[in-house]
């Protein structure tokens, strides 16, 4: 689980929708009722506006709650421009975790929001030259980060803005400001992150760590079966596009395959399959083009994948199916017995993780068999770090 702690209810539903993207199941909250079911918990405190004071309490209280549940990591969304108690709320995060320290990104360079040299920018324009200036409630004055986030009241002994070449000082109870021009930069910031760090910051700061770390698919103890029926998938490297790792491989002649829909060779398969997923969690099913002929009978393949699939999944527990191919798909969803899907992600144009609703601990993504399976798929797969908190 992944906790966050936003200012205002908008901050908490953009990184919602950020973490929708991730395909993470997600809850905001309006109070510390943390939700077990859900992958990103994100509690809006609506502390940007109250006095300092009643602010810091709420955090608090909030953070009493989150000790109280197991969590990958906990990240602090901040304003992008620093309205509100920026440091007087990460304070209270720092007391409470008194061996950690605070990495806050600000920047949004998506959205033009850069910081340079210790100065803050809106596209390429100084902050108090920029729309910011006439802010009803926050109107901007200056530029320089430092000002900006009131060191001068007492937290110049905490705060200081790190460079993108410079690593995180190990040092407990600061508040390290990343520079940031690119969104690459907030990738790089991302990396550097440790269990004796806790990420706040922006929008693009959370899309980075979910990159990072989000482990939006299987995790280490949740098994996978990738299924390639698909004529084109010969041609395609599913090792190395998707694991970081050697899996175990089925690899299945066209020929025994389609040996007149034999029985006992359909169980010999499944069975190979089973064996596998009893010393791994990554399996693939994968049809090998024959030795004796350049074509071959298509049309009965995806049938006898399918019912090897069905007689794997009455033996094993499999949380993630990835099959290629529309023919083969159609037929494990009739085999399994599965008439009922909820999209939850599109990876990419074509290519869509659904939430299997005849079998909830079953997801199913699904690809053409001419589409390569999206490099984010294997990064999220490798994101097994976990930032404990």
């Not at 009643?54 to 989150?66: G, K, N, Q, S, T």
């Not at 169980?267 to 049809?287: K, M």
Request: hydrophobic share 40%; with cysteine.
């Amino acid at each position: 689980m992944i906790i966050v702690i936003a200012d205002d209810f908008t901050g908490a539903a953009e990184l919602a929708g950020i973490a929708l993207k991730y395909g993470l199941s997600t809850e905001v909250l309006t109070n510390g009722d943390l939700s077990p079911d859900a992958e990103v918990n994100i509690i809006d405190t609506n502390t940007r506006s109250r006095p300092v004071e009643e602010a810091c309490r709420e955090v608090e209280r909030i953070l009493a709650y989150v000790d109280r549940i197991d969590h990958s990591f906990l990240f602090k969304k901040t304003d992008s421009v620093f309205r509100g108690h920026v440091v007087e709320e990460l304070s209270v995060l720092l007391r409470h975790y008194p061996q950690k320290s605070v990495l806050l990104a600000p920047a949004n360079p998506s959205r033009g929001r850069t910081i340079t040299e210790g100065h803050y920018f809106i596209d390429g324009q100084l902050l108090h030259e920029s729309v910011f200036s006439t802010d009803p409630e926050s109107p901007a004055h200056q530029s320089d980060v430092l000002s900006l986030l009131k060191v001068g009241t007492g937290a110049e002994d905490i705060v200081r803005v790190l460079r993108v070449s410079e690593d995180i000082p190990e040092e407990n109870g600061k508040i390290w400001v990343a520079e940031a021009s690119t969104t690459e930069n907030v990738i790089t910031w991302a990396g550097k992150v440790n269990n004796r760090i806790i990420p706040a910051g922006s929008a693009d700061f959370f899309d980075a760590m979910l990159s990072l770390y989000g482990r939006s698919y299987s995790q280490v103890e949740q098994k996978s079966l990738f299924i390639c029926g698909s004529s084109l998938s010969r041609v395609v490297n599913l090792e190395e596009e998707l694991f970081s790792e050697n899996p175990k491989v089925v690899g299945v002649s066209e020929d025994r395959i389609c040996a007149g829909g034999d029985e006992n060779v359909i169980g010999e398969i499944a069975e190979a399959v089973i064996d596998h997923f009893r010393v791994t969690n990554n399996v693939i099913l994968f049809v090998k083009a024959s030795e004796t002929s350049d074509s071959f009978p298509m049309r009965d393949i995806p049938k006898y994948l399918a019912t090897i699939t069905a007689m794997v999944l009455d033996r094993i527990e499999v949380r993630e199916l990835y099959i290629e191919g529309g023919t083969t798909s159609s037929e494990v969803m009739r085999k399994a017995g599965w008439h009922r899907f909820k999209p939850v992600h599109q990876l990419e144009d074509g290519i869509v993780r659904l939430h299997v609703l005849d079998c909830p601990s079953c997801y199913v993504t699904v690809k053409p068999g001419s589409y390569k399976w999206p490099t984010r798929l294997k990064n999220d797969r490798m994101s097994n770090q976990k930032l404990e908190t």
